[in-house]
């Protein structure tokens, strides 16, 4: 009883977002134990019920208005999109500071970059659609009109369910350049590091280097020996993954080739 009255007293002295006990919430991308909800500004760009962009500083492109993403994406100022390695970052965002607010979390992923968003130390740039998630039924255009606003945020874990690691080579690729989109990891969803191996080669890992966004390359002097295994890193955790031969002989640049591993969540 005097621990609940003292938490009590605690709320009333600070800022009531910050009072918050964090638990496991039943929802599709499931929440770190103990992370706490943070304040940000939000914004939103491109059309009122769309995915923001069709481009994107991440490399998703189009993809984001298809599943698993399904328009439910954002770009991230410098905190968030940390020089592309934010992309695919999952966050729970939700408003409270207007009537039209549901106050209900919905889950967003970094797929964008926003240069110009740095009011806050952490912006989040809104596609229209889940900008409008955060509203009350009905009232989405009533909250688009809302100009900047005040959200909670907190980082979750990414849960892409029925989809393992995929790579998207870029169309440059060849022989002696290789280059491949990352797309769907669970967990932290960021990549901080990611490996190529030759075929008959059991030891050797190369270090890509990051190109852009989730795109990693590799240049090399002799021409690639495929099958390739890629072994991707997450940057948080540190976790790792290895798509043994994922890119097969005779591969195509611009072909999207699928593994059978993801990380754990």
Same mark, same amino acid.
């Given at each position: 009883? /005097?621990?609940?009255?003292l938490?009590?007293?605690?709320?009333?002295l600070?800022? *009531?977002t910050?009072c918050? %006990?964090? !638990?496991?919430?039943?929802?599709?991308?499931?929440?770190t134990s103990?992370?706490?909800w943070? /304040?940000?500004g939000?914004?939103?760009?491109?059309?009122?019920t769309?995915?923001?962009?069709?481009?994107?500083?991440c490399?998703?492109?189009t993809?984001?208005a298809?599943?698993p993403f399904?328009?439910?994406v954002?770009?991230?100022?410098a905190?968030?999109?940390?020089?592309?390695?934010?992309?695919g970052?999952?966050?729970? /965002?939700?408003c409270?500071?207007?009537?039209?607010c549901?106050?209900?979390?919905v889950?967003?992923v970094?797929t964008?970059?926003?240069?110009?968003?740095?009011?806050?130390?952490?912006?989040?740039?809104?596609s229209?659609?889940?900008f409008?998630?955060?509203? /009350?039924?009905?009232?989405?255009? &009533?909250?688009?009109?809302?100009?900047?606003l005040?959200?909670l945020?907190?980082?979750?874990?990414?849960?892409?369910i029925?989809?393992?690691?995929?790579?998207?080579?870029d169309k440059g690729s060849?022989?002696y350049y290789?280059?491949? *989109?990352?797309?769907y990891?669970?967990?932290?969803?960021?990549?901080g590091r990611?490996? *190529? !191996?030759?075929?008959?080669?059991s030891?050797?890992?190369?270090?890509?280097?990051?190109?852009?966004?989730?795109?990693?390359k *590799?240049?090399? %002097?002799?021409?690639l020996?495929a099958p390739?295994?890629l072994?991707?890193t997450?940057?948080?955790?540190?976790?790792?993954?290895?798509?043994?031969?994922?890119?097969?002989?005779?591969? &195509?640049?611009?072909?999207?080739? !699928?593994?059978?591993?993801?990380?754990q969540?």
């Amino acid at each position: 009883m /005097i621990m609940n009255l003292l938490f009590a007293l605690t709320c009333l002295l600070l800022n *009531l977002t910050h009072c918050f %006990s964090p !638990k496991k919430l039943n929802i599709s991308a499931a929440t770190t134990s103990d992370a706490d909800w943070s /304040i940000a500004g939000a914004t939103w760009y491109g059309s009122p019920t769309g995915y923001g962009s069709d481009g994107g500083a991440c490399g998703y492109g189009t993809a984001v208005a298809q599943p698993p993403f399904s328009s439910m994406v954002s770009a991230g100022g410098a905190s968030l999109f940390k020089s592309g390695k934010g992309c695919g970052a999952c966050y729970q /965002i939700k408003c409270t500071s207007k009537s039209a607010c549901s106050k209900k979390p919905v889950t967003v992923v970094i797929t964008d970059e926003c240069p110009g968003c740095v009011t806050e130390s952490v912006h989040f740039d809104l596609s229209g659609t889940a900008f409008g998630a955060m509203a /009350i039924s009905g009232e989405d255009s &009533q909250l688009r009109n809302a100009g900047v606003l005040q959200i909670l945020y907190r980082k979750v874990e990414c849960n892409y369910i029925g989809k393992t690691v995929t790579f998207q080579v870029d169309k440059g690729s060849n022989a002696y350049y290789f280059a491949a *989109l990352v797309e769907y990891e669970n967990g932290d969803g960021e990549i901080g590091r990611v490996e *190529l !191996k030759q075929a008959l080669d059991s030891d050797k890992w190369l270090s890509m280097s990051q190109l852009w966004g989730a795109v990693w390359k *590799l240049d090399v %002097s002799s021409p690639l020996r495929a099958p390739l295994s890629l072994r991707v890193t997450s940057l948080d955790s540190g976790e790792t993954v290895v798509a043994s031969d994922v890119i097969p002989a005779g591969w &195509q640049p611009g072909s999207i080739y !699928k593994s059978n591993v993801n990380f754990q969540v």
